[in-house]
């Protein structure tokens, strides 16, 4: 089962395309959030509820909750509070940032960021054109817990690969560390999508563009 967690302007056109390429199942949810209740936003949910029930029956339950911005942190507390109080263990969270305000937007991408340290957390929007889909890999939304795990070691490892790829005995040995202790940190860094294998022999290693930019957020030691 899949809790669909919806940001609501005043058109319902991004939540159906959503529907439409998901698909739903029994058992199903739809979470709209809107910023103050408005006419427009008023009409659109009442729309998504009535396409839930014309397409889906009583198998697809549709909630509207609105949310109003006091503060950014308040904004995200209510949020998160609003999804971990509907989701249930282990089950499918996506978020689809396409539509509403700025604030509940990012306030919502936020939230998402907080919760997917707990569930499985999908993120997605669509430009403003509706031309593209944008979806974040889950890499980024796991990018918190990645860096507060990223200890000294793990770092230099990381700067080595910044400098070109590497097989992992010469990683090892330009460090001074012992190669298993290597070979943990880099395949923990491909788990964690900042590295990625080449192919070849010995089997190298490189950054991933998400790696490139996470390098660039430690400080640099003076040389």
Same mark, same amino acid.
């Given at each position: 089962?899949?809790?669909?967690?919806?940001?609501?302007?005043?058109?319902? @056109?991004?939540?159906?395309?959503?529907?439409?390429?998901?698909?739903?199942? @029994?058992?199903?949810?739809?979470?709209?959030?809107?910023?103050?209740?408005?006419?427009?936003?008023?009409?659109?949910?009442?729309?998504?509820?009535?396409?839930?029930?014309?397409?889906?029956?009583?198998?697809?339950?549709?909630?509207?909750?609105?949310?109003?911005?006091?503060?950014?942190?308040?904004?995200?507390?209510?949020?998160?509070?609003?999804?971990?109080?509907?989701?249930?263990?282990?089950?499918?969270?996506?978020?689809?940032?396409?539509?509403?305000?700025?604030?509940?937007?990012?306030?919502?991408?936020?939230?998402?960021?907080?919760?997917?340290?707990?569930?499985?957390?999908?993120?997605?929007?669509?430009?403003?054109?509706?031309?593209?889909?944008?979806?974040?890999?889950?890499?980024?939304?796991?990018?918190?817990?990645?860096?507060?795990?990223?200890?000294?070691?793990?770092?230099?490892?990381?700067?080595?690969?910044?400098?070109?790829?590497?097989?992992?005995?010469?990683?090892?040995?330009?460090?001074?560390?012992?190669?298993?202790?290597?070979?943990?940190?880099?395949?923990?860094?491909?788990?964690?999508?900042?590295?990625?294998?080449?192919?070849?022999?010995?089997?190298?290693?490189?950054?991933?563009?998400?790696?490139?930019?996470?390098?660039?957020?430690?400080?640099?030691?003076?040389?």
């Amino acid at each position: 089962m899949t809790l669909f967690v919806i940001t609501l302007g005043f058109e319902e @056109k991004f939540a159906i395309r959503m529907i439409t390429r998901h698909g739903l199942d @029994k058992g199903d949810r739809l979470l709209l959030v809107t910023g103050p209740r408005t006419p427009q936003s008023e009409r659109a949910a009442s729309f998504l509820s009535d396409f839930a029930k014309r397409y889906y029956g009583g198998d697809v339950a549709v909630e509207l909750e609105e949310v109003r911005v006091a503060g950014f942190i308040e904004l995200v507390h209510r949020l998160y509070g609003l999804v971990a109080a509907r989701a249930r263990e282990g089950e499918r969270v996506v978020f689809n940032l396409s539509g509403g305000m700025r604030a509940l937007c990012l306030a919502a991408f936020t939230a998402a960021l907080l919760l997917s340290a707990r569930l499985p957390v999908e993120v997605e929007l669509e430009t403003e054109d509706s031309s593209a889909l944008v979806e974040v890999p889950r890499a980024v939304l796991e990018l918190p817990r990645t860096l507060s795990s990223t200890g000294r070691e793990r770092v230099e490892v990381l700067a080595a690969l910044s400098r070109g790829p590497r097989p992992a005995r010469e990683l090892a040995e330009k460090l001074g560390r012992d190669e298993t202790t290597v070979r943990r940190h880099l395949q923990e860094l491909v788990e964690s999508g900042l590295a990625e294998t080449m192919g070849g022999r010995p089997k190298s290693y490189r950054l991933t563009k998400l790696g490139e930019l996470v390098i660039q957020a430690f400080p640099r030691e003076p040389t």
